[in-house]
C-alpha cells in the first residue's frame, strides 16, 4: 500500500492484450499519471541503435542505457517519449523496434537501471496527481509490488494476434495474423525468459478481456480499482 496521498494501479499482461490503451484510458478517467514501461525499453532500443551499439554486447547495451538521456511523458493525453530532446514516440512503434526490443528487454543490468527510473517516476508522479497507473510485464511483481491495486490483464492468443493484425493492417485475414505473429507470440516467449505475465502472480487480480470490446476491458479494469479501493464507482 501506498498511502492515502498516492495511489498505484500496477497492470501486467502480454503482448496485445491491451495493456497500453486500457491503462491509458482509465489513467484519464480518473485523472491520474500514466506511465508505459514498454516504452521506455523500446526507447532503449532505439538509443542503443541510434548509438551504433551492438544490441550483442550485452555491457555496452548496458553502459548505453545508463547514459540515455529519456523524458518519458506521464499525461495520459499526450504521453510523448523523447531521448536527448528528440520526439521518438513514433519511431519506436516501427517494425524495426518490435523485432528487436527483447534483445535489450533480457538484458538484466538494463532492467536493474529501467526499474530504477520507474519506481522513481511512480513516486514522483503518483504524489503530483495523487495517483498513477503503471502498465507493462513486471509491474505488479517487481516494480511496484506493493501497488493498491495489481491486475494482469489477458486474452487469448488468438484474440491477440486479432487485435494486433488489425491496428497494423486493418484486418485480421489470415496472411495478416501470421505476418503479426513473431511480434506477438515469439516477443512473448523470448520476453517470458526474464518475467513473469502470463498468469496472475498471488494477490494479483486476472481480468480476460479475450471477449470484451475496449470500452468493456476499460470499465472491467475501474470496476476492480473501484473495488480493491473500497470506493463506489462514479
Ligand atoms: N477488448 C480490448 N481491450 C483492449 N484492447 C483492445 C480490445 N479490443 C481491441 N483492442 C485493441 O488491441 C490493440 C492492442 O492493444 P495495446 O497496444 O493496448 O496492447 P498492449 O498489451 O499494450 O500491447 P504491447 O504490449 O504489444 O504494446 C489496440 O489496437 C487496441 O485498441
Ligand atoms: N515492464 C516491462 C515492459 C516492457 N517490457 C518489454 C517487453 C516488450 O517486448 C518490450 C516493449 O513492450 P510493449 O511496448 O510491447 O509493451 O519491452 C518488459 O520486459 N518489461
Excluded at 156 to 179: D, K, M, Q, Y
Amino acid at each position: 500500500m501506498n498511502g492515502p496521498d498516492l495511489v498505484v494501479v500496477a497492470i501486467d499482461g502480454p503482448s496485445g492484450s491491451g495493456k497500453s490503451s486500457v491503462a491509458r484510458a482509465v489513467a484519464s478517467r480518473l485523472r491520474y499519471g500514466y506511465l508505459d514501461t514498454g516504452a521506455m525499453y523500446r526507447a532503449a532500443t532505439w538509443w542503443c541503435l541510434d548509438q551504433h551499439v551492438d544490441l550483442t554486447d550485452a555491457e555496452g547495451v548496458a553502459a548505453a542505457v545508463r547514459a540515455m538521456p529519456l523524458t518519458i511523458g506521464t499525461d495520459p493525453e499526450a504521453p510523448g517519449v523523447e531521448v536527448g530532446g528528440t520526439d521518438i514516440s513514433v519511431p519506436i512503434r516501427t517494425t524495426e523496434i518490435s523485432t528487436q526490443v527483447s534483445a535489450v528487454a533480457t538484458n538484466l543490468d538494463v532492467r536493474d537501471e529501467l526499474r530504477r527510473r520507474q519506481r522513481e517516476i511512480i513516486g514522483l508522479v503518483g504524489r503530483e496527481r495523487g495517483g498513477i497507473v503503471a502498465e507493462g510485464r513486471d509491474i505488479t511483481t517487481v516494480v511496484a509490488p506493493d501497488s493498491d491495486v495489481r491486475i494482469l490483464l489477458y486474452a487469448s492468443e488468438e484474440a491477440r494476434l486479432a487485435r494486433r493484425s488489425t491496428e497494423l493492417h486493418g484486418n485480421a485475414s489470415t496472411a495478416n495474423v501470421e505476418a503479426t505473429r513473431d511480434q506477438i507470440v515469439r516477443r512473448d516467449r523470448d520476453d517470458s525468459t526474464v518475467s513473469s505475465f502470463m498468469q496472475a502472480a498471488p494477490g494479483v487480480s486476472l481480468i480476460d478481456t479475450s471477449d470484451l470490446s475496449l470500452q468493456g476491458s476499460v470499465e472491467a479494469v475501474l470496476d476492480q480499482i473501484a473495488s480493491d479501493l473500497g470506493r463506489i464507482r462514479d
